[in-house]
């Protein structure tokens, strides 16, 4: 199942709090408690994420905010496979503008309006 990071959001903030508290009912707390909250709160609203999959949005209050970056290893995305891209100066200064500072999202949205 492919899932925009807007629907994984809109997920994740309508179901999060009942899946936390769930949780922290039977005894979750921490990280853990945190990591499958967000795991809990995709499935009760019907996504299924494949085995081996991470949520790397740390809290709700984080979610869908601009500018936000995590520390440490890069998110993964569903169904994503990471390559190397050597760009021109040009092209790469494009591809950060249209990912708002993003290169990877710039690529992807480039490729999206390329096909359509």
Do not use: C
């Amino acid at each position: 199942m492919n899932i925009t990071r807007e629907q994984a959001i809109e997920a994740m903030e309508q179901h999060y709090p009942q899946a936390r508290q769930q949780l922290a009912n039977a005894g979750a707390f921490g990280k853990i408690l945190d990591n499958k909250a967000r795991k809990l709160a995709l499935k009760i609203a019907g996504i299924e994420l494949p085995a081996g999959s991470t949520i790397a949005w740390a809290t709700p209050d984080d979610w869908g905010k601009d500018g936000y970056r995590n520390a440490g290893r890069p998110s993964e995305m569903l169904e994503g496979k990471r390559v190397n891209v050597y760009l021109d100066s040009t092209s790469l200064e494009s591809a950060a503008k249209l990912g708002n500072g993003n290169v990877s999202e710039g690529i992807r949205i480039a490729l999206q309006r390329s096909i359509k």
